[in-house]
């Protein structure tokens, strides 16, 4: 109480230095007609932004007598609300638009005063200089631009017997409120002002540049970027990045967090040779993120190019928040950086290179070469060459000077082999000392090189089980399962196929141009209790199907006689319960009498239905007739 009678003493001598008359009513100064226009107009956002925040007060008040005033930094008042209503109640017609309430033309009040005194204020009564105003109590705070310089006050003015300290409260949520709402627009101002100036710069240049706001929204791009996300400009404004490019992350706040430049590397045109290069630069805006602008270029993709690590996805691209998938994303990041050989293990299509991937550009081998090789898809007389390579006049036709193989071009970097269990039986053993020694002889040479590569392998098929019939080595078994990760296939997935869809919905759609359409709720309801046998990848293509019969689905989903995911769950733990107790039966090892067994349970479980015994069996209908015919089985 002290320092405000002390503020309101300061005030009065400095009202009386300034010749103000104490039985005045009306200030000094009341500006009219041009003078006054040009006030106005150049204080137009700040009019336009307070009378949104001005209603929203006065709302709050508006059962009692009260007049709100926002004025400028001079004290020149620039809008009243409330004065039709209660001006005459409140004795105040002296406030009007026009009247400077600073303390040079009025003395001491509560906009004069916090100009003056750069704080809030509330004066009441007799505070006031002027007897004019001493039947009102005001409170009033500056208003700050984003340079902490004042450019108004607000003002709530009512009866001096309705003095209270929540109406100071009230006037102080109006100013932030205020303030914060000129802080957004003065971020899109620098929005808009950066693009212009690099867009006079570099509109003609072979780069895309394009520039985001806070939200994620393109607020504006060059002609070249929207060359390369092939679209219109006018249709990428306004639209949202991670629309655009799905496999972002939250990139704003990682440049928030990092404050630096960061640069990824994504594929556009999946059938194309190029990869885009973005470099993202955050704007700042008093130290915080506003925005960002991303730089675009095209880089023609070569075997050969030093700089490709061949590696584009990373673990924003494992969409997903199950229990399930969470702990294998955990999982995999600490072990990323590990040198130890890795097996991931899991269904057809459940996102095994994915993983690969993602654990090789999390790790310290990220600016390294990321090799693949599908061990299933390369014939076996020449796979022990793309491995391993070979040196000149090896091959009649093969390339001159010789080859490096797929572990020279990975040292440093990941080697990913891919269907690992569908290696050769020969090749294994050369694979299991290239793993033992990290060294490599490249065929029809004698020279060993040294290598430094982290092995990943993968597999759909269980490895175990494929040692117990001596279709691979246990040893390489061994060898490569030193840390093993099991992908669990989507119908384990609880929630994460609302948002696979979600997501394979928006990419799809841009891919094909086409509006993201509505699923009929049927449809929807089908597509999350359906079991995904084919996993992520089935899911990926029938969603595809569906945006472009904008929709619908051009099949039935149910045609193979597929079940629910709940009855799969329930058939898997009914399955592996039978396995436990078959395993028992230990007097009985004759692999065609356990062969003809399993499938007679298989036929009896699925009913007759030899599609679906086949699929559970995991053998093509064509092989389950012959061993039927084989065991001689009954089919019904």
């Given at each position: 109480?002290?320092?405000?009678?002390?503020?309101?003493?300061?005030?009065?001598?400095?009202?009386?230095?300034?010749?103000?008359e104490?039985?005045?009513?009306?200030?000094?100064?009341?500006?009219?007609?041009?003078?006054?226009?040009?006030?106005?107009?150049?204080?137009?956002?700040?009019?336009?932004?307070?009378?949104?925040?001005?209603?929203?007060?006065?709302?709050?008040?508006?059962?009692?007598?009260?007049?709100?005033?926002?004025?400028?930094?001079?004290?020149?008042?620039?809008?009243?609300?409330?004065?039709?209503?209660?001006a005459?109640?409140l004795?105040?017609?002296?406030?009007?638009?026009?009247?400077?309430?600073?303390?040079?033309?009025?003395?001491?009040?509560?906009?004069?005063?916090?100009?003056?005194?750069?704080?809030?204020?509330?004066?009441?009564?007799?505070?006031?200089?002027?007897?004019?105003?001493?039947?009102?109590?005001?409170?009033?705070?500056?208003?700050?631009?984003?340079?902490?310089?004042?450019i108004g006050?607000?003002?709530?003015?009512?009866?001096?017997?309705?003095?209270?300290?929540?109406?100071?409260?009230?006037?102080?949520?109006?100013?932030?409120?205020?303030?914060n709402?000129?802080?957004k627009?003065k971020i899109?101002?620098?929005?808009?002002?950066?693009?212009?100036?690099?867009?006079?710069?570099?509109?003609?240049?072979?780069?895309?540049i394009?520039?985001?706001?806070?939200?994620?929204?393109?607020?504006?791009?060059n002609?070249?970027?929207?060359?390369?996300?092939?679209?219109?400009?006018?249709?990428?404004?306004?639209?949202?990045?991670?629309?655009?490019?799905?496999?972002?992350?939250?990139?704003?706040?990682?440049?928030?967090?990092?404050?630096?430049?960061?640069?990824?590397?994504?594929?556009?045109?999946?059938?194309?040779?190029?990869?885009?290069?973005l470099?993202?630069?955050?704007?700042?805006?008093?130290?915080?993120?506003?925005?960002?602008?991303?730089?675009?270029?095209?880089?023609?993709?070569?075997?050969?190019?030093?700089?490709?690590?061949?590696?584009?996805?990373?673990?924003?691209?494992?969409?997903?928040?199950?229990?399930?998938?969470?702990?294998?994303?955990?999982?995999?990041?600490?072990?990323?950086?590990?040198?130890?050989t890795?097996?991931?293990?899991?269904?057809?299509?459940?996102?095994?290179?994915?993983?690969?991937?993602?654990?090789?550009?999390?790790?310290?081998?990220?600016?390294?070469?990321f090799?693949?090789?599908?061990?299933?898809?390369?014939?076996?007389?020449?796979?022990?060459?793309?491995?391993?390579?070979?040196?000149?006049?090896?091959?009649?036709?093969?390339?001159?000077?010789?080859?490096?193989?797929?572990?020279?071009?990975?040292s440093?970097?990941?080697l990913?082999?891919?269907?690992?269990?569908?290696?050769?039986?020969?090749?294994?053993?050369?694979?299991?000392?290239?793993?033992?020694?990290?060294?490599?002889?490249?065929?029809?040479?004698?020279?060993?090189?040294?290598?430094?590569?982290?092995?990943?392998?993968?597999?759909?098929?269980n490895?175990?089980?494929e040692?117990?019939?001596?279709?691979?080595?246990?040893?390489?078994?061994?060898?490569?399962?030193?840390?093993?990760?099991?992908?669990?296939p989507?119908?384990?997935?609880?929630?994460d196929?609302?948002?696979?869809?979600?997501?394979?919905?928006?990419?799809?759609?841009?891919?094909?141009?086409?509006?993201?359409?509505?699923?009929?709720?049927?449809?929807?309801?089908?597509?999350?209790?359906?079991?995904?046998?084919?996993?992520?990848?089935?899911?990926?293509?029938?969603?595809?199907?569906?945006?472009?019969?904008?929709?619908?689905?051009?099949?039935?989903?149910?045609?193979?006689?597929?079940?629910?995911?709940?009855?799969?769950?329930?058939?898997?733990?009914?399955?592996?319960?039978?396995?436990?107790?078959?395993?028992v039966?230990?007097?009985?090892?004759?692999?065609?009498?356990?062969?003809?067994?399993?499938?007679?349970?298989?036929?009896?479980?699925?009913?007759?239905?030899?599609?679906?015994?086949?699929?559970?069996?995991?053998?093509?209908?064509?092989?389950?007739?012959?061993?039927?015919?084989?065991y001689?089985?009954?089919?019904?």
């Open positions: 109480m002290e320092s405000k009678r002390i503020l309101i003493e300061n005030s009065h001598k400095r009202s009386e230095s300034y010749g103000v104490k039985k005045s009513s009306y200030s000094k100064k009341i500006l009219f007609g041009e003078e006054l226009e040009k006030i106005l107009i150049n204080n137009k956002d700040l009019i336009e932004v307070s009378k949104l925040y001005i209603d929203m007060v006065f709302s709050a008040v508006m059962d009692n007598e009260f007049i709100i005033v926002l004025t400028d930094n001079n004290g020149c008042i620039l809008y009243i609300k409330g004065a039709e209503e209660n005459s109640k004795d105040c017609i002296n406030l009007k638009v026009g009247a400077y309430m600073d303390e040079q033309n009025i003395g001491t009040n509560a906009m004069g005063t916090a100009i003056k005194e750069d704080k809030c204020v509330q004066i009441t009564a007799n505070e006031h200089y002027i007897v004019g105003l001493q039947g009102l109590t005001c409170s009033a705070a500056p208003i700050h631009n984003t340079s902490g310089e004042i006050t607000l003002n709530l003015s009512g009866r001096s017997n309705m003095k209270h300290p929540h109406t100071l409260g009230l006037v102080v949520f109006g100013v932030k409120a205020i303030e709402e000129l802080d627009k899109n101002n620098i929005l808009n002002e950066t693009y212009n100036y690099m867009e006079s710069v570099i509109e003609n240049l072979d780069k895309g394009m520039i985001v706001n806070k939200e994620g929204k393109i607020t504006n791009i002609k070249f970027g929207a060359e390369i996300f092939n679209r219109d400009k006018d249709v990428l404004l306004k639209e949202e990045i991670h629309y655009i490019l799905p496999n972002l992350g939250n990139i704003l706040e990682e440049l928030d967090t990092d404050k630096s430049t960061i640069i990824k590397e994504v594929k556009l045109r999946h059938t194309s040779r190029y990869k885009t290069k470099v993202f630069k955050g704007i700042r805006h008093k130290e915080k993120i506003v925005g960002m602008v991303v730089t675009m270029s095209n880089e023609k993709e070569e075997k050969d190019v030093k700089d490709a690590t061949g590696a584009f996805l990373t673990f924003n691209d494992i969409i997903g928040e199950s229990a399930a998938i969470v702990n294998v994303i955990t999982n995999s990041k600490i072990i990323s950086n590990s040198p130890s890795i097996l991931i293990q899991g269904e057809s299509g459940t996102g095994k290179e994915v993983l690969a991937q993602a654990m090789h550009n999390y790790s310290l081998r990220r600016g390294n070469k090799v693949a090789i599908n061990c299933g898809a390369i014939p076996a007389n020449i796979i022990e060459s793309e491995l391993f390579g070979y040196e000149d006049g090896t091959f009649t036709g093969g390339k001159k000077g010789g080859k490096p193989g797929k572990f020279e071009i990975a440093g970097g990941t990913f082999l891919d269907e690992i269990g569908e290696m050769p039986l020969d090749m294994q053993v050369n694979l299991l000392r290239v793993l033992q020694e990290s060294r490599v002889t490249r065929l029809g040479g004698s020279t060993e090189i040294s290598i430094d590569v982290r092995v990943i392998a993968a597999t759909n098929k490895l175990k089980n040692v117990k019939k001596g279709n691979f080595r246990e040893d390489l078994y061994y060898r490569l399962c030193v840390i093993p990760i099991t992908l669990p989507l119908r384990e997935r609880k929630g196929i609302e948002k696979l869809i979600e997501y394979f919905l928006r990419i799809k759609s841009f891919k094909l141009n086409k509006p993201i359409p509505g699923i009929r709720q049927d449809l929807y309801n089908s597509l999350l209790s359906y079991n995904w046998p084919g996993n992520i990848r089935q899911l990926e293509n029938y969603i595809e199907n569906i945006v472009n019969l904008d929709g619908n689905l051009s099949f039935d989903l149910w045609e193979d006689g597929d079940e629910k995911i709940s009855e799969v769950i329930h058939k898997e733990m009914i399955e592996k319960s039978y396995c436990e107790n078959y395993e039966e230990k007097d009985n090892f004759n692999l065609e009498q356990l062969e003809s067994k399993t499938i007679k349970e298989a036929i009896k479980s699925y009913k007759h239905n030899m599609t679906k015994v086949a699929k559970a069996l995991g053998i093509s209908r064509n092989t389950l007739y012959l061993k039927i015919k084989k001689s089985v009954e089919e019904s």
